[in-house]
Nanobody
Framework: QVQLVESGGGLVQPGGSLRLSCAAS????????MTWYRQAPGKEREVVAA???????NYADSVKGRFTISRDNVKNTVYLQMNSLKPEDTAVYFC????????????WGKGTLVTVSS
């Protein structure tokens, strides 16, 4: 069974930085793209960033230049480095398998909460 465990969230001030991690298991990690999503209170889940199996990346316009997605195929972990954080980045952040769409069905981890506030 696919398992996804997000971590690294917390409370940060506007302009601050945070690095999220997603530990994955239950599939051949190196063969799949991975995507970070987020869901703000009262809003739908949205794609934040994606990375292909060969390392190509894609970002939502709202985070371009501020966020960086990366992966470590030895650790089976995908990361999201978030810089210059804004209050509108406040959300629960999730990872999932596949390029901008979950490929193993409607399974989600618990996510990790990022709150950007003074």
């Amino acid at each position: 069974q696919v398992q996804l465990v997000e971590s690294g969230g917390g409370l940060v001030q506007p302009g601050g930085s945070l690095r999220l991690s997603c530990a994955a298991s239950g599939f051949t990690f190196s063969k799949y793209a991975m995507t970070w999503y987020r869901q703000a209170p009262g809003k739908e889940r949205e794609v934040v960033a994606a990375i292909t199996s060969d390392g190509s990346t894609n970002y939502a316009d709202s985070v371009k230049g501020r966020f960086t997605i990366s992966r470590d195929n030895v650790k089976n972990t995908v990361y999201l480095q978030m810089n210059s954080l804004k209050p509108e980045d406040t959300a629960v952040y999730f990872c999932n398998v596949g390029y901008r769409w979950p490929v193993f069905g409607d399974y989600w981890g618990k996510g990790t909460l990022v709150t950007v506030s003074s």
